[in-house]
């Protein structure tokens, strides 16, 4: 079946550079038309698409944030990666990763809390 | 930018009765190819999101066909049909035509 787990510092100090891994299960992420995105939920708030990387090497970036985002993969290790750099408190949040196979995300993990804190 | 707008519920709903949530999208999601780029999902309380619809009328595997989402190329409805206590949550429509964007949620309590 398939799987999507995030992990993460759980809490770092503004101006630094964070660094998610997303490990899955289940597909590949070099089979043709499968994406895997990043997605964050501030405490009580709504969803926010940061970024997606598709199997041909693809990526798209959430344009208010797209000078901050670096979103990479590597496929023979089922894993996915995003690097915000520069965070601040506004960036504390959970983020999750989710499989995309077509527009839609079906296929989503649990979640990694991230505070940004000094 | 593509904005999704989320209506709201006249919460509480009473259990078995049906709801009905809007979502509005500053442009037309409708695709060339036909398709409507437009999802639904749902987050239960301390859950991830879940995905209940896509391609606005499609439903995902294993969700209830108390589920059904419509709409036309800017206004959408998912609609519950007998709300259950197991439906409570937030629902989000999301759209996929220009990058991807969420609407702001919209909240289901039940009475």
């Known amino acids: 079946q398939v799987t999507l787990k995030e992990s993460g510092p759980g809490i770092l100090q503004p101006s630094q550079t964070l660094s998610l891994t997303c490990s899955f299960s289940?597909?590949?992420?070099?089979?043709?038309?499968?994406?895997v995105s990043w997605i964050r939920q501030p405490s009580g708030k709504g969803l926010e698409w940061l970024a997606t990387?598709?199997?041909?090497?693809?990526?798209g970036y959430n344009p208010s944030l797209k000078n901050r985002l670096t979103i990479s993969k590597d496929t023979s290790n089922n894993q996915a990666f995003l690097k915000i750099t520069s965070v601040d408190t506004a960036d504390t949040a959970i983020y999750y990763c989710?499989?995309?196979?077509?527009?839609?995300?079906?296929?989503w993990g649990q979640g990694v809390m991230v505070t940004v804190s000094s | 930018d593509i904005v999704m707008t989320q209506g709201a519920l006249p919460n509480p709903v009473p259990s078995g009765e049906s709801a009905s949530i809007t979502c509005q999208s500053s442009?037309?999601?409708?695709?060339?190819?036909?398709?409507?780029?437009l999802n639904w999902y749902l987050q239960r309380p301390g859950q991830s999101p879940q995905l209940l619809i896509y391609?606005?009328?499609t439903r995902a595997s294993g969700v209830s066909d108390r589920f059904s989402g419509s709409g036309s190329g800017t206004d959408f409805t998912l609609k519950i049909s007998s709300v259950e206590a197991e439906d409570v949550g937030v629902y989000y429509c999301?759209?996929?035509?220009?990058?991807?964007?969420f609407g702001s949620g919209t909240k289901l309590e039940i009475k």
């Open positions: 391609w606005m009328s």
């Open positions: 989710a499989r995309i196979p077509a527009g839609y995300f079906d296929y």
């Open positions: 289940g597909f590949s992420l070099s089979t043709s038309g499968i994406c």
């Open positions: 999301q759209q996929f035509l220009e990058y991807l964007t």
């Open positions: 442009k037309s999601l409708l695709h060339s190819n036909g398709k409507t780029y």
């Open positions: 990387i598709c199997w041909e090497d693809s990526k």
